[in-house]
T-cell receptor
């Protein structure tokens, strides 16, 4: 199993550019989520999805969009990148949340917005 | 919102030492995760706990639900254990993901 595949690993954007961070899992997990990790802070939830066609906002959703058209894929879109979005992004999936299920993480995307 | 506190923030120890990392949280949870993040960034799940104790190799995780506290222990520590260890919780009935501590940066010197 590939687990959670996240691409790209590194990206540099100019302010105002748009891009999509890809996340795919092959474990048939219902729950997928996006987090950002900033120095001195714990990972923070951006958006999450409890199944295909269902998404919701997390703690820090502004500036990001998501969609979940299939169980496998959960892309994160930056519509107009800002320097404040410079961060490391992690995608995660689990069979379900609210219960006792292991979480699997992608390798992370290090994004720099200049 | 659950407040997750880890201690210590940074820990440097000698190879072979017994290591303890602590995690406390403020609101009742359904599960707690211990995660490991190596330089280079990937995050790996070590344990998921809802009660009691779990052991995997040299790693032991315990949780006290009444005290809202968990500990991660490393026995016979080794330089390859050097990493950031992160505690994360899911609140009871919570569908909106994990709440993370800030992590403990562990360095094991040979």
């Amino acid at each position: 199993n590939a687990g959670v595949t996240q691409t790209p690993k590194f990206q540099v954007l100019k302010t105002g550019q748009s891009m999509t961070l890809q996340c795919a899992q092959d474990m048939n997990h219902e729950y997928m989520s996006w987090y950002r990790q900033d120095p001195g802070m714990g990972l923070r939830l951006i958006h999450y999805s409890v199944g295909a066609g269902i998404t919701d906002q997390g703690e820090v959703p502004n500036g990001y969009n998501v969609s979940r058209s299939t169980t496998e894929d959960f892309p994160l879109r930056l519509l107009s990148a800002a320097p404040s979005q410079t961060s490391v992004y992690f995608c995660a999936s689990s069979y379900w949340t609210g219960g006792n299920t292991e979480a699997f993480f992608g390798q992370g995307t290090r994004l720099t917005v200049v | 919102k659950n407040e997750v506190e880890q201690s210590p923030q940074n820990l440097t120890a000698q190879e072979g030492e017994f290591i303890t990392i602590n995690c406390s949280y403020s609101v009742g949870i359904s599960a707690l995760h211990w995660l490991q993040q190596h330089p280079g960034g990937g995050i790996v799940s070590l344990f998921m706990l809802s009660s009691g104790k779990k052991k995997h190799g040299r790693l032991i995780a315990t949780i006290n639900i009444q005290e809202k506290h968990s500990s991660l222990h490393i026995t016979a520590s080794h330089p390859r254990d050097s990493a950031v260890y992160i505690c994360a919780v899911i609140e009871r009935g919570g569908a909106d993901g994990l709440t993370f501590g800030k992590g403990t940066h562990l360095i094991i010197q040979p």
